[in-house]
């Protein structure tokens, strides 16, 4: 800054004092737009975050205080809920329920995105056209994937069934078996998930030096050797990003249970497929306990925490 | 990259496209503003159907200055925890809200959320039945909600089907095929070695139907305590309804669900329980091709009240006094008539039980069914049931789902019982 400084004024010359005061005021202000303005540029996010992020986790979490009616009123509960929440036995129903489908859900489609993504990694004709047609199912309406897949694992007159007739398979009740709610509802998840994993994972290799491979193949490395060797090691970090993400998202899991159960909160007419989502808007607002919804969305926040938190080691261990 | 400017131009316009059409599908933003300064606009939010369309329209032409919006929900379970919203965050709600009878009683129970309607619409007692008129009411007097329908009882079935499996198929003889439940089964078991499929859609039904049959307090006492399990009504019903799965008379299709909504144009039941503002329901999930296939014969085991609905004004609407205004012309005996011949819900305005053109009416999609006389006979001899205050969700999320579970064979009975007594206590709780 030192360097823009105007040069001192002649001697003889009686000192221009406006026109220093100004020159100062103005170094003053561009310090300051230095310093503070980036602040200001990061601001709106941050009030956003407050708003949106900050306010709803503490007010949450102050609810989760009360005997909360809805519409009613409020009683200060202490930690009653919370107590009351360890022995519910439809609370823990859901937690296996929404591990189980994200299990079977995020495995298959991290593998799935990791081999599409090496495929369109290779030169072929169209990639462009592949690599985007790959995202399609991510920005199509959730509420409409859903409803489509409703109607393909319907029981009478669904299309999986019948095809499935083909090869002499009974009918199967898509909603009335644990297994078989959980696989639908995974293959929706998969269906609009696994193509974004896919462009993030493309983006990540493609990023990694091509001369790495170079001299990986002089060295007499094959493709496979190269993926295992190369590619994975140098993914880690894309890839713990991708399943953070996955992992977020698949334990709030509640659009897609919620349409293939036929709009029913219930999940199933004996819970099979009611994830922790669904249990706290049953809860919250159908039984119009706010406060013990609240319990449960601060005991699905810190579930998320923790098992990112495992799944961050893992990948981190795993993957060298 | 490695692609072309001119390819990358494509990718980035196609890029454009696919987000553009997701956003879109995402975005749909209401307007809630009136079109013109000094028109008032007045959102009608019901559920189901209660053929309002054109009364609205009526509405509109004679009272120039108002706007009404019909916001409808399919179903009823969708539309409680809006309506909760609504009231929780005071805002949003329609300024003429329907209240059905399994949530009305819990509605009341806040009765600050709502409109005395009285102050705008006078005392109507006289027109309305008696014990209808009196459940929109507070026990201080105060006029929560104004009567629209009560829920007849009556059998809907498919001329068609009957006729196939070699059943008589006018209504007379096939309400004579079933004057009690014990023949109802015999029919559906002839019905099923026949043709290999249930004549019913599914237990829960007849189980709603039977629990209004039998009357007198149901899943509460007039205290408002849950008494689910000692409740005769319910153990006459629940017992039916495991008689008719173990007779195999049902479709095992769940209400509301996708397999039911398609199996009204599959034909995968030929029969479904009706009170009368099932009717539209029946009719749209039929769809126009199946028009005069449907009709409508007497109940076994007698007459009953299932369903109904109110309307109500709430408190936070902005113009309470013309909202009021509108819920009094909905209700009033001509409407009531006009939305019956539309949709189904049967009158419960007195002089509109007693016009007689609602009593001359044919349904057309019915096969000219004489609805008006079907349904209108039984209407001045219904008897209220106690409903408490959380009946929805008692028989929808804690009888409905172990009958259901049964019915499919993945429950014992003893088993489902216990599961509906162990959920109907928490459903119940008040």
């Known amino acids: 800054m030192s ?11 009686k000192p221009d004092t406006h026109r220093a005061s100004s020159s100062s005021r103005r170094f003053k202000l561009s310090r300051w737009d230095i310093k503070y303005s980036p602040y200001i540029y990061v601001a709106p996010f941050f009030l956003l975050f407050a708003v949106f992020g900050i306010y709803p986790v503490l007010q949450t979490a102050r609810m989760a205080l009360y005997d909360w009616n809805l519409i009613g009123d409020h009683t200060f509960t202490g930690f009653d809920n919370f107590t009351a929440l360890m022995g519910d036995e439809y609370f823990w129903n859901a937690v296996k329920n929404t591990f189980g489908i994200f299990l079977l859900a995020t495995i298959p489609q991290l593998f799935g995105a990791l081999f599409l993504a090496n495929l ?19 920005v199509t309406s959730v509420a409409a994937v859903a409803i489509v897949f409703a109607v393909l694992f319907r029981r009478d007159f669904g299309l999986v069934n019948w095809v499935l007739g083909f090869f002499g398979v009974d ?32 983006a990540a290799m493609q990023a990694i030096p091509k001369d790495i491979y170079e001299s990986a193949s002089l060295d007499g490395a094959g493709k496979w050797r190269q993926f295992w060797s190369i590619t994975l090691p140098q993914l880690r970090p894309t890839l713990i990003f991708v399943v953070t993400v996955s992992t977020i998202g698949g334990l709030q899991l509640f659009t897609e249970p919620v349409i293939f159960g036929d709009g029913r909160i219930l999940g199933g007419a004996q819970r099979e497929f009611q994830t922790i989502a669904m249990y706290m808007y049953e809860k919250g607002f159908n039984d119009l306990q706010f406060g013990y919804g609240s319990a449960i969305a601060w005991a699905l926040f810190i579930m998320i925490i923790l098992v990112s938190g495992v799944n961050y080691l893992l990948i981190r261990r795993s993957v060298k | 990259m490695g692609v072309t400017p001119r390819r990358r131009t494509f990718a980035v316009a196609a890029l454009a496209a696919i987000t553009a059409i997701g956003g879109l599908a995402a975005c749909t933003k209401k307007n809630d503003e009136p079109s013109t300064p000094g028109e008032i606009k007045l959102v009608v939010d019901t559920f189901g159907e209660f053929g309002y369309d054109d009364l609205v329209k009526q509405y509109e032409a004679s009272h120039p200055g108002i706007k009404i919006e019909l916001r409808k929900t399919a179903q009823l379970g969708d539309y409680r925890p809006k309506l909760v919203r609504y009231l929780a965050t ?12 399994g949530i009305i009683t819990e509605f009341k129970a806040n009765a600050a959320n709502w409109v005395d309607l009285s102050q705008y619409v006078g005392d109507k007692s006289a027109d309305y039945l008696p014990w209808k008129y009196e459940i929109g009411k507070t026990s201080d007097g105060k ?4 009567p629209t329908d009560v ?8 001329k068609d089907l009957l006729e196939a499996a070699g059943f008589k198929s006018d209504r007379e003889a096939v309400s004579a095929l079933w004057p009690t439940w014990d023949d109802f089964i015999k029919v559906g078991q002839e019905y099923r070695t026949k043709t290999g499929k249930g004549l019913l859609d599914t237990v829960t039904t007849a189980f709603s139907a039977s629990l209004s049959q039998v009357g007198g307090d149901l899943f509460y006492d007039k205290d408002f305590n849950v008494v689910a399990d000692t409740s005769p009504a319910v153990k006459t019903s629940w017992d039916l309804a495991l008689k008719l799965a173990d007779a195999k008379v049902t479709a095992k299709t769940n209400t509301w669900s996708a397999e039911w909504q398609a199996g009204f ?26 028009k005069g296939k449907w009709d409508v014969a007497s109940v076994p085991g007698g007459g009953g009240n299932w369903g109904g609905s109110w309307l109500s004004v709430p408190t936070q609407s902005k113009h309470p006094k013309e909202a009021a205004e509108l819920a009094a012309f909905l209700t009033n005996a001509d409407s009531q008539v006009a939305a019956f011949k539309a949709k189904g819900p049967l009158p419960s305005n007195l002089k509109a039980l007693g016009n007689a053109d609602f009593q001359a009416y044919q349904n057309p999609y019915f ?31 804690a009888f409905e789902p172990a009958l259901q579970a049964y019915e499919a064979g993945r429950l014992s009975a003893q088993a489902a019982w216990d599961q509906a007594i162990k959920d109907a206590k928490v459903q119940g709780a008040f």
Request: hydrophobic share 45%; glycine share 10%; proline share 6%.
């Open chain 2, 367 to 397: 096969n000219n069914a004489p609805v008006g006389k079907i349904f209108g006979e039984g209407a001045k001899t219904l008897k209220p049931v106690t409903i408490g205050p959380k009946h929805s969700s008692v028989k929808e999320r």
């Open chain 2, 90 to 101: 005071n805002k949003g709600a329609g300024d003429v809200t329907a209240l059905e009878e």
């Open chain 1, 3 to 13: 360097l823009s400084a105007p040069p001192a004024p002649p001697q003889l010359v």
């Open chain 2, 265 to 290: 144009q599959q034909g995968t039941f030929a029969a479904t329980l009706c009170p009368s503002w099932m009717l539209g329901i029946i009719e749209q999930n039929s769809g126009a091709a199946n």
């Open chain 2, 143 to 146: 006029l929560l909600g104004l």
């Open chain 2, 151 to 158: 829920g007849g009882l009556a059998m809907c079935y498919r």
């Open chain 1, 120 to 138: 369109l990694n290779q030169n072929m004709r169209g990639r462009m056209f592949f690599r985007l047609m790959i995202v399609a199912p991510n």
């Open chain 1, 171 to 202: 009918a199967i009740d898509w909603k009335g078996e644990t297994w078989s709610s959980w696989s639908a509802i995974a293959t929706m998840v998969d269906w609009r998930w696994t193509g974004y994993n896919t462009l993030i994972l493309l």
